[in-house]
Structures are given as C-alpha cells and as structure tokens.
C-alpha cells in the first residue's frame, strides 16, 4: 500500500504544477496573454494559492525562469553547479570551450523561450526590464569566470611551449614568454573581452536566431558555437 503523501511533498507537488503551467503559458501567450487567472486554471489550484505561493505575477515569472535555467527546483547558483565546475576543471583551453557551448546548449534548450518572453516583454514592462538586465548581468559574471580560467590555462600552455622550444633549441624564442598574468588569446584579448565574446556566442539571442529562426539543431549549433569560440579566442 502506498504511503499518503506528506503536507510537504505536496505542497512541493502543487508549487511544480503551478510553475509547470505558468512556463507552458507564457511560453504560448506571452507576458500580457498569460493570466494569473489562466495560471491557476491550468494548474488546478486557486487564484489565490497562486499569489500566497509566489507573491506576484512577476515572481512567478522570475522562479520560473530561474527553474528553466537550473533545470530543477535547487538553489545552488550556477558556478556550484558540477557542469560549471568541470568546465573551470577542463586543464585544455578548446575543451573548456567545447564544454561550456555544451553546457550552454543544455541550459538554453530549457530556458531559451522563458528567455525569449522576458526579452520581448523588458521593452514595456519596468519589473520585466530589471528583471532581463539582472539576467544580463548574471550570464556575463558566470562568463567572466570562464574566461578568467581561460586566460590563465592558455599562459600555462604558452609558457609549456616556450619552455619546450628552448629546451630543443638551447636559446628562447624572439618573443619570450607572455608577461601577462592572463595569458595569450587571440588579437590580444583579456579576460573581460573574451567574456564579451561567450557571452555573446553562447547567448539566448544568437541561439534563438539560428536554433529557433533558422531551424538548426541544437547539437548543430552547439558544434558551431564551440568551433567559433575556439577560432577566435585560442591562438
């Protein structure tokens, strides 16, 4: 006999249907064709569970957002997350690349049409736009980490083969060993550069265009973004 479901686990249920539906309609109908009402119908709960669990119709927008991105109902920001951390782990520099375009196309699979609503909305809406400049601002932090742990693996590589040629030829090279901390990237890229660039490649907006618009695949567009990146960045 199955045991009765504790108070707990279903109001858990109940708080999942409720941003189940919400994503499903926003998704469908927009920030404005989305109604709390429509929510709560959807969702088989009242109007007012809706607005006790989430507070506004905003907030509900933000968890599910912030559920779409993560992939699940855990806190856990997205450097703790292991993806993340394997990605900052990955000693070569086109791996790392290769790892966060395959982390990215997993997020963006899930996230990129909540990402979508809040964009289009942001232009009309005042919560909406606060709301996709946090976003903004959270996707270049998590990029500047990358690139960061980028900058500094492709000096570690630099100095190994500066190393090894002066080892073969008994005298370094004309140039020397980078004197940045950073590290040698393509036309002379620093860290916050570099993360202007993920940011940009692996961004909701370039992957809507060419996986929604254009009808690539994902994992097309995940071999593009990660071969792209390494072109430009790795010498």
Known sequence: ????????????????????????????????????EDIARAAEVGVQTVYFTFGTKRALLGEVLDTAIAGDADP???LDRPWAREVVAEPDPAAQLARQAAGAR????????????????????????????????QRHTVQ???AHALTAKAAETALTAETAKTAETGKPSE????????????????????????????GPETYGLLVTTQGWSPDRWERWAADLLTRQLLP
């Open 1 to 36: 006999m199955t045991a009765p479901l504790t108070r707990a686990e279903k109001t858990r249920r109940t708080r999942r249907r409720m941003l189940d539906a919400a994503a499903r309609l926003f998704v469908e109908r927009g920030w404005t064709g989305a109604t709390v």
């Open 76 to 78: 856990a920001a997205t």
């Open 106 to 137: 997993r997020v963006l699979e899930r996230a990129a049409p909540v990402l979508e609503v809040v964009r289009t909305a942001a232009t009309a809406e005042p919560e909406l736009a606060a709301l996709w400049r946090t976003n903004l601002e």
């Open 144 to 146: 500047l980490h990358f």
């Open 175 to 202: 140039t020397g060993a980078p004197d940045e901390p950073g590290g040698p990237l393509r036309d002379g890229h620093d860290a916050r550069s570099a993360a202007d660039i993920m940011f940009t490649v692996l």
